[in-house]
């Protein structure tokens, strides 16, 4: 038989309002609401002393359930739930459940609780939605100043194109006049040499007659 190797999570489950579970404090940014804490022995035994330190922090703790759980080699084991609010200072022992929801016999956690306060760093949603509408005016502002720079460039580009335009055009009337002067000229070359075999053919029939 293999020894345990239970892992302590602590979790919090807020009905309202804004909570976060670390191990460090101040808090960082991408908070999380859970944390798994395990003793460093690669197998740590049936009574495990953790000797961690876990900040379970709330803006509304009366509405905000408190669940710690033991899973042993990825399998919940046990677990027990209370209101964060009514937690109480000092050592505290909670009675662990299993999965049935019934309370296991000599199965419990052994905890020090201390109450502290914690700065509350993020922005209320009035807070965001004031922020959200000062930097949609600044993009605002900042696109009309860009548009007004490229403005003159844009007008710029615009008469380049239409000069573009109008010298294509008459290039390309230039070319349907060659096109034409050259059909003209074929058909001029073709009348000379017409004319030069006729000339040919009448000097031929002069000296025939002498």
Not at 68 to 78: F, K, P, T
Not at 80 to 101: C, H, I, N, P, W
Not at 165 to 185: D, I, P, W
Request: aromatic fraction near 6%; include cysteine.
């Amino acid at each position: 038989m293999e020894p345990s190797n239970p892992t302590l999570i602590v979790s919090l489950h807020p009905v309202g309002g804004f909570c976060a579970v670390s191990e460090k404090l101040p808090l960082a940014q991408n908070v999380e609401a859970e944390a798994h804490l395990r003793e460093n022995s690669a197998f740590n035994g049936m009574n495990v002393q953790l000797g961690s330190t876990v900040h379970c922090c709330a803006a509304e703790p009366h509405s905000t359930f408190f669940r710690v759980g033991v899973s042993d080699d990825g399998q919940e084991v046990a677990f027990e739930t209370a209101v964060l609010g009514r937690f109480r200072l000092g050592y505290r022992v909670f009675q662990l459940r299993s999965s049935l929801g019934t309370r296991i016999e000599l199965c419990y956690l052994f905890v020090q609780i201390a109450f502290g306060t914690e700065p509350n760093l993020w922005a209320t949603p009035r807070e965001l939605r004031i922020q959200s509408s000062m930097v949609e005016a600044q993009r605002a502002q900042l696109m009309e100043t860009i548009q007004e720079q490229l403005q003159p460039h844009i007008n710029k580009n615009a008469k380049l194109a239409d000069e573009n335009a109008k010298l294509s055009g008459e290039v390309n009337t230039l070319k349907r006049q060659n096109t034409m002067a050259e059909s003209e000229l074929a058909k001029l070359q073709k009348q000379v040499d017409a004319l030069t075999k006729q000339q040919q053919g009448a000097d031929t029939d002069d000296v025939s007659d002498v």
